[in-house]
């Protein structure tokens, strides 16, 4: 009994042992498209039933691309494309579901010209980035602001800089919870949002 509970003792230390910071997994990209085929008899019985998952090819992701964010192609018109990045310094940065454009700008406590539209995304092979922002404690916020997040929508056609994502047609399309960083005079954060949905 003795030479058993050694045994389950030095488990127990082995797996201590096992460092608790273990590297991160990189989460596999999922953007596909699926296909189901039936086959039934005249009796509208199911047969057969097939489910099929396929990768978007390029052209694909890169037609979805420029349909969603303002760049150098005229094929939607740019007041409803994605075109601004616009920072808060809410205590709480919701990055949930159900988060607007409305409660993004009503969490965030800056008045000031917070958001900087009008951005010509580069898109290519399915990713689009905004390139680096510059935000400024002299053009954006007052010195001393905390930045502690961003959330990526539109301009309505306000140009840049200006206060609050728009509420106009275009949605929120994404809010990034981000680390702290404390503006103070004299300086600035650059900010570069890439959406990348390649395969």
Known sequence: MYKILGISLLGIAAIMMIPAAMPEQVDQKMFSGFATVSLVDADKNVLFEQTIHNNV????????????????????????????????????????????????????????????????????AGIASSGAQTFSETTHFPAGTTVTGIGVCADGAQGTPFNNCDLGTTPLLAVVDTSNVTVNAGESVDITYSFDISA
């Open 57 to 124: 090819v390029d052209t694909g992701e890169d037609f979805i691309i420029d349909q969603a964010f303002k760049d150098l192609g005229t094929d939607v018109a740019d007041a409803a494309q994605f075109n601004t990045i616009c920072v808060t310094n809410a205590t709480s940065v919701s990055t949930g579901e159900t988060e607007t454009a409305s409660t993004f700008n009503t969490a965030n406590g800056l008045t000031s010209n917070n958001c900087i539209g009008a951005i010509t995304f580069t898109t290519t």
